[in-house]
């Protein structure tokens, strides 16, 4: 994955090799001899006409009146890596403009457009290492063009040098926040790419979470969700035990057509009516384990009832009855109870509320996924 790099127009390019007006007359210091720059002023006039080729021609009669200066090689350079381009040969338009700015007869604004340009060039040419070579550069004089600076973790991983693509791609990212922008989708695409090549599992949930939380897009919810419940060892009691929630899941997905059709069509009927039945028999019972819960000792089956609750769409009961868990104690598992008792709040309207109590939880695959609740919460 890339993105594609804009590069300068061909008027642009223009503009940086036409050469000062008062440099071309002979009999001035630093000027060119008049077999030099007639036939340098014939080529510019045929560029602007599009005429690369005749272009090239008249710059190859200029080259014969060598020892050219360094002046005139610089402009001479310059018209021969516009012609070049329009041409379509990038490899020779990068060798002249590299020759261009190593005359160092060139101006300030001339020769970091000129690099500019190089770096771009290269990019399209493939040339991946002097692109790297040639935006450093770029970014060292003073640039600033956003699509030229982003080369540079593009044309590493391209040269599937992950590590310093992935590096690079993260200070641009918080530079781009510092500054108070958003980084490209793009960017963070291509972040989570790197991250995933060089296998840095941590690297990449979190380049992951970075991306659903300025690009909150369902595939990317769905990707963030899925790779932090496949994680060798994702505690199971997190998604499992609520049939409440699953039968309300399930209606979802049948009213709105997502589920009930297509070769997978029974199957899923009788797993609704399966949890139709669990629901149910839930229910029969909640209200006496609710009694038992409270005359017990410990906030076990409190929490449990209390998810219940939740399940069944009664998040104010859910509040209540995991708060009580959670001062009764002996919870093997406090983190996960606060996880639910912050998703109950979240449900009951209590948002900030919500946002602290997911805060607090620190540890565990529950913090994991607080921290997605709280990308979640923060996006409603």
């Known amino acids: 994955m890339s993105m594609r790099y804009r ?3 061909l008027a642009a390019l223009l503009l940086v090799a036409a050469p000062a007006s008062s440099s071309w007359a002979a009999g001035q210091d630093d000027a060119l001899r008049p077999e030099v720059g007639k036939p340098l002023q014939a080529a510019q006039g045929l560029i602007k006409q599009k005429k690369f080729k005749e272009a090239l021609a008249q710059i190859k009669k200029a080259e014969v009146a060598a020892p050219l200066s360094a002046k005139e090689t610089g402009l001479l350079e310059q018209l021969r890596g516009i012609a070049a381009a329009g041409t379509g040969d990038n490899p020779a338009a990068i060798k002249s403009f590299e020759a261009a700015i190593a005359s160092g007869k060139l101006a300030q604004a001339d020769q970091l457009r000129l690099t500019q340009t190089v770096a771009g060039l290269s990019y ?9 070579v040639w935006v450093k550069r770029y970014q060292e004089a003073g640039g600033s063009d956003d699509a030229t600076l982003n080369l540079l973790g593009q044309a590493y991983y391209a040269n599937a040098d992950w590590a310093a693509a992935a590096a690079t791609l993260n200070e641009q990212i918080a530079a781009a926040k510092k500054a108070g922008r958003k980084p490209t989708e793009a960017q963070l695409q291509l972040l ?17 979470e970075r991306l659903v939380t300025v690009y909150p897009k369902p595939e990317y919810w769905g990707d963030v969700i899925q790779r932090l419940l496949a994680r060798p060892g994702f505690s199971r009691r997190l998604t499992a035990g609520l049939p409440g929630e699953a039968k309300a899941l399930l209606d979802q997905g049948f009213a709105s057509k997502a ?49 219940d609750y ?21 919870l093997k598992y406090p983190d996960e109870a606060t996880l639910h008792l912050a998703i109950a709040y979240y449900a009951a309207g209590e948002k900030e509320k919500a946002l602290q109590t997911f805060r607090s939880v620190q540890t565990g695959d529950a913090a994991d996924l607080a921290r997605l609740w709280i990308i979640h ?4």
């Open 124 to 132: 399209q040419a493939k040339d991946y290492p002097n692109t790297v």
């Open 259 to 307: 589920l009930g059709g297509g070769p997978e069509a029974e199957r899923q009927k009788r797993l609704l009516a399966l949890a139709d039945q669990k629901a149910v028999d839930d229910q029969k019972s909640i209200d006496d384990g609710e009694k038992k819960a409270a005359a017990g000792n410990d906030g076990v089956i409190l929490v449990h009832t209390g998810l």
């Open 7 to 9: 590069g300068l127009a």
């Open 310 to 330: 939740l399940g069944y769409g009664q998040p104010q009961r859910a509040v209540l009855l995991i708060e009580q868990g959670l001062t009764k104690g002996a």
């Open 377 to 380: 919460v923060g996006q409603r």
């Open 192 to 208: 989570v790419n790197a991250e995933s090549k060089q296998g840095d599992t941590a690297g990449y949930q979190a380049a992951l």
